[in-house]
């Protein structure tokens, strides 16, 4: 996996689904780099944070409710969980010791526990979107590592 896949699967593992453009966008540009953890919580809320790697974890949940229709008291316990994700895989993405096998396995383990704890939040009809909301981003995802692989430029 490229610096640019990485990338890609890093914003889909912190739970933004952003238009194909944006992300797009995104992976093409290889200077968009997320924030390491240190620069992170040193500078603060997270909320304050520019939009030049990662989004905020309210960026990620108001995102979300734009398809999911949350709640307010989902709104408030969705946004730790995806704090928490992103944390972690800031942190995995962050450390270069481990192998890219290893890690996308730890990723994966990042993103079911957290989706287990997203969609125990969720109405039944709100989870079939969820869940479709996560294949689309998997599926942009894989179209565009598979554009790249066959040299077919990204629109």
């Known amino acids: 996996m490229n610096k640019k896949s990485l990338l890609a699967f890093c914003l889909l593992a912190t739970g933004a689904w952003y238009s194909s453009t944006a992300l797009a966008a995104r992976s093409s540009d290889s200077t968009a780099q997320p924030p390491d953890a240190a620069s992170q919580s040193a500078a603060g809320d997270a909320s304050t944070q520019p939009h030049t790697g990662w989004p905020t974890p309210e960026d990620t949940v108001a995102r979300m409710s734009e398809k999911l229709n949350l ?37 994966k383990s990042i993103l079911e526990k957290s989706d287990k704890k997203i969609e125990a939040l969720l109405t039944s009809d709100q989870k079939k979107t969820y ?25």
């Open 71 to 107: 709640t307010d008291d989902q709104k408030t316990k969705i946004t730790p969980i995806i704090a928490d994700r992103q944390d972690q895989i800031r942190a995995l993405t962050a450390d270069s010791s481990g192998r890219r096998l290893q890690k996308a396995r730890k990723a």
């Open 131 to 155: 869940e479709q909301m996560k294949q689309q981003a998997r599926d942009e995802v894989r179209s565009r590592m598979q554009q790249r692989d066959s040299g077919t430029p990204q629109q």
